[in-house]
Nanobody, 123 residues
Framework: QVELVESGGGLVHPGESLRLSCVAS????????MAWFRQSPGNEREFVSS????????KYADSVEGRFTISRDSALNTVYLQMDSLKPEDTAVYYC????????????????WGQGTQVTVSS
């Protein structure tokens, strides 16, 4: 079973950038589609971005399109989320998730989750 550990969260000002990392252990990610979701207090977990198992297809929520970039490094067994032009509404706990082969924007389709990393955007 794959285990996922996120890192890279923190407190930043509006307009600044962060890069989140999700490192997998116990098993290679090469056949897994990966995604990032986020959840803020009082809200449901929402889709942020996904990347196919081979990195060929990336998808983004409308709210982050053009500001966030998802990527993966198979050699390092790591998936990244580059977040630029951050806004206060991006404040949330960010989770990475994995599922075999095909990506999805539905959190219920992902059986494997990390513990989350907090991102706070505030002036």
């Amino acid at each position: 079973q794959v285990e996922l550990v996120e890192s890279g969260g923190g407190l930043v000002h509006p307009g600044e950038s962060l890069r989140l990392s999700c490192v997998a252990s116990r098993r290679a990610l090469s056949t897994y589609a990966m995604a990032w979701f986020r959840q803020s207090p009082g809200n449901e977990r929402e889709f942020v971005s996904s990347i196919s198992w081979n990195g060929g297809v990336n998808k983004y929520a409308d709210s982050v399109e053009g500001r966030f970039t998802i990527s993966r490094d198979s050699a390092l067994n790591t998936v990244y989320l580059q977040m630029d032009s951050l806004k206060p509404e991006d404040t949330a706990v960010y989770y990475c998730a994995a599922r075999a082969f095909s990506a999805s924007s539905d959190s219920d389709q992902y059986p494997i989750w990390g513990q989350g990393t907090q991102v706070t955007v505030s002036s």
